[in-house]
Structures are given as C-alpha cells and as structure tokens.
C-alpha cells in the first residue's frame, strides 16, 4: 500500500521529461523554416530591384535616343529649310542679273540715241523720237520698275570715297585737287538690295 503513492507521483516526471523533449526538438525546424522564409524573400527583393534599376536604364536609354532622334530630325529640318531659302534667293538674283543686263543693253541704246538715262525714265515720251526709240524708253522704265518691286536699286558712287565692298576699280588715275581713292567716273553702275551688293560698281578712282 505505500509503494502505490510512490509509482503515483513518478509518473508526472515522465509526463515532464517527455514534454521537454517534444519541444527541444521543435524549436530547429521553426528557426529553418523562419531562415529560409527570410532568405526567399531578400531574392525576390534583390531580383525586384534588380527588374526597377534595368527599367530605369532602359527607360533613360530610350528617352536619350528619342531626344537624339528629335535634335537630329530639328536640325535636318532647318538645314533643309536653309537650303531652300538658298535656293530661292540664288534663282532671285539669276532672274536680277538677268535684268540688269538688259538694262545695261538699252542704256547703250540711249546713250547711242543721245538719250539721257534720267529723261528716259521720267517724264514724258519724246513725241519727235521714232516709235522704236519710244519703245526702247518704256522697256527701260518697265524693268526699273520691276526692279524697285524686287526692292534693288542702282547706286551711282561718283565723287565718293572709294569702298572696295560697293566698287570694283578698273583705272586709278590722277586728278588735280582731288585726293586719292576718290570716285572719278563710274563705268558701270552697280546695284544693291538694301545692304546687299548684286552687282559692284566699275569705277575710275583718283591716284
């Protein structure tokens, strides 16, 4: 009878010693699985930023070689815009050229006439002159008046210092009480489009 209390009261230890060990064992497989949980989610963070940084360089080039892109076709376009400009500024003053020297031509016709180029190109038509003299008069003033619309003028230089940016010297002669590089005779008569120089001015200078 007193053997019983004592089997009795051992058990309980057993019971203890059992429990112990349950949760001794435990406590590794938690802490591995806690490891590894840690671990997956550092790599997927990792390759997520990795995904963010190689968007981003892709983004910045694209948008470099879209900027390049636009500052290519810009320029294009203005040089393109330039040339053409060029082009029509070079078939303007072919067609001007091409004016002035019919000009020139029906100056030498007046001048054969005894025909003042000022009186030809104002005033009334001389009733006396032949009817071809008359007409001559009338192609002269028509073309200086489509040169003024064209906004180019003829510049006469005589007794002004000589300006190698207006003339063109063909002879330098001496001249008694005039200083040297001074216009004495203009040969050919120069035209210009505002500060624009078409044609030079043939001149006789003082030595």
């Known amino acids: 009878m007193i053997q019983e209390p004592?089997?009795?009261a051992g058990e309980p230890e057993v019971e203890e010693v059992v429990d112990a060990e349950v949760v001794s064992a435990a406590d590794p497989a938690v802490d591995g699985a806690a490891a590894e949980?840690?671990?997956?989610?550092?790599?997927?963070?990792?390759?997520?930023?990795?995904?963010?940084?190689e968007a981003r360089s892709q983004r910045d080039e694209y948008l470099d070689l879209a900027q390049r892109t636009k500052a290519d076709f810009d320029n294009y376009r203005k040089r393109v815009a330039a040339e053409s400009?060029?082009?029509?500024?070079?078939?303007?003053?072919?067609?001007?050229?091409?004016?002035?020297?019919?000009?020139?031509?029906?100056?030498?016709?007046?001048?054969?006439?005894?025909?003042e180029q000022e009186v030809a190109l104002g005033g009334s038509l001389p009733e006396n002159a032949p009817v071809t003299e008359q007409g001559v008069i009338v192609?002269?003033?028509?073309?200086?008046?489509?040169?003024?619309?064209a906004g180019v003028e003829a510049f006469d230089s005589k007794g002004e210092a000589f300006d190698p940016n207006l003339h063109e010297a063909?002879?330098?002669?001496?001249?008694?009480?005039?200083?040297?590089?001074?216009?004495?005779?203009v040969m050919q008569k120069g035209y210009r489009a505002g500060e624009n120089v078409i044609r030079h001015a043939r001149v006789v200078v003082s030595q």
């Not at 949980?37 to 940084?53: H, Q, R």
């Not at 029509?88 to 029906?106: H, K, P, Q, T």
């Open 139 to 149: 192609a002269y003033r028509d073309l200086h008046a489509v040169l003024r619309k």
């Open 85 to 115: 400009q060029a082009q029509i500024e070079r078939g303007r003053l072919e067609v001007i050229s091409g004016l002035i020297e019919a000009i020139d031509n029906l100056e030498r016709v007046l001048d054969a006439a005894g025909i």
């Open 37 to 53: 949980e840690a671990a997956a989610e550092a790599t997927v963070e990792s390759d997520l930023a990795a995904l963010v940084e």
């Open 6 to 8: 004592e089997e009795t």
């Open 170 to 185: 063909l002879q330098a002669l001496p001249a008694e009480g005039v200083g040297s590089g001074i216009v004495l005779e």
